[in-house]
């Protein structure tokens, strides 16, 4: 094929299905894809992304799996994705890792094959629990005392609390005055429910301390004053906080609030990536998301000397190259 068709089928296989683009150009479909991943693996080595300060470890549900996102919580942007979250890959992972030992603080969630993997390749990483998965089992645990009431409600008023359940979840102040009503229509005919939700709210105020200090007597008087019949339906969260104490009080210790909140825009940009092309492989959706979205760059700190001169076959020596932060999210 001439050059010129070669350079088009690149470029359109990373935007469209290898059927379309086929069909587009005449060409048999694995040709296609051939080229396709020809790019992907060239663009693989080209592309070396500045190794991140604050790392940020998290999963993501992909084509019916979990797998493992990395991303630079500094700089907003995503940095890979791994196939999947088993420790021998992620460790393998952080091991080829560009000047590893300057990554300081780590964000994951409370999944014990990260912290290992971390424990062993970055022993200087100090990990912080994601604040968000913490806070979520708070709320699993009010959504069991929601459940746990359906047998004694008419099947009318099962529906109604069912429809209620989002304003229950809400943080206290973000509350309407109209919701509040119906909060309280259903706190004050169920006592327990009201002591699941308001001790849901001393856990979210406990990430309201400004010292670990404080951190550490709010959460001990947490777990001290557990509601009466409830201890069985907070242990999932007891359990863990016990076993990821020090990770999830380092968070009131590090120069800013680490967490990875905004991996959310990741889930947004692989759900489009998936959408443009049902039944690819994880590979295929890995460069698509790595290759064809914005890529955050910055110009180096250092300067070239004006009495630097360019040799032919050399080029600017390496402290003035452009660095790349990775996949940009702040626009997603």
Not at 220 to 233: C, H, L, R, S
Not at 298 to 317: E, H, M, R
Request: aromatic share 10%.
């Amino acid at each position: 094929m001439t050059l010129r068709l070669h350079e088009y089928v690149e470029k359109e296989s990373f935007n469209h299905p290898y059927t379309f683009v086929a069909a587009q150009t005449g060409l048999d479909e694995k040709t296609v894809r051939d080229i396709f991943n020809a790019r992907a693996e060239f663009l693989g080595r080209w592309h070396r992304f500045e190794t991140p300060r604050i790392l940020g470890i998290d999963e993501l549900y992909l084509n019916k799996r979990y797998r493992c996102i990395l991303t630079n919580i500094e700089e907003r942007t995503l940095l890979d994705l791994l196939a999947t979250r088993r420790q021998d890959v992620v460790t393998n992972y952080l091991m080829k890792l560009k000047d590893r030992q300057k990554v300081e603080i780590v964000s994951m969630d409370m999944w014990n094959p990260y912290r290992a993997a971390v424990k062993a390749v970055l022993p200087q990483g100090r990990i912080v629990v994601d604040k968000f998965h913490v806070v979520r089992m708070a709320n699993d645990a009010l959504e069991r005392v929601r459940k746990g009431l359906r047998k004694e409600l008419k099947p009318s008023q099962s529906r109604t609390l069912k429809g209620d359940r989002k304003i229950l979840l809400k943080r206290a102040h973000e509350v309407s005055d109209r919701e509040r009503l119906i909060m309280e229509t259903w706190t004050g005919a169920f006592p327990q429910l009201l002591a699941a939700y308001e001790h849901k709210e001393r856990f979210y105020g406990i990430w309201d301390a400004t010292t670990r200090l404080q951190a550490e007597a709010a959460l001990d008087e947490w777990i001290a004053t557990i509601p009466k019949g409830q201890k069985e339906v907070w242990s999932d969260l007891v359990r863990a906080v016990g076993n990821w104490r020090e990770e999830t009080m380092t968070y009131f210790e590090t120069d800013m609030p680490v967490t990875n909140a905004y991996t959310e825009s990741i889930n947004r940009l692989a759900k489009d990536k998936n959408r443009e092309g049902r039944g690819y492989s994880f590979e295929v959706m890995r460069a698509r998301m790595l290759y064809t979205t914005k890529h955050k760059k910055k110009a180096p700190t250092a300067k070239v000397s004006p009495f630097y001169k360019k040799t032919i076959g050399y080029g600017l020596p390496d402290f003035a190259e452009e660095l790349n932060y990775g996949v940009d999210l702040s626009t997603i």
